[in-house]
């Protein structure tokens, strides 16, 4: 995901997703890096447990 910020800039803005998020509570993790996830995990078609690993384990994805 570093490479894809490092190339394109942000990709998504957080201030996007604001109104799917509620304003009190446990933080989240923030909406642009969730959709970012999401594209990455499209284009490998991955599943959710296997994108999940990516994202802990793969500095590179």
Do not use: I, K
């Amino acid at each position: 995901m570093t490479r894809v910020r490092d190339a394109l800039g942000p990709v998504f803005d957080d201030g996007e997703f604001a109104g799917w998020f509620a304003a009190e509570g446990r933080g989240a993790v923030p909406p642009g890096l969730l959709a970012l996830v999401c594209v990455l995990q499209a284009m490998e078609d991955l599943t959710d447990r296997d994108a999940a690993d990516a994202v802990r384990t793969r500095m590179d994805w």
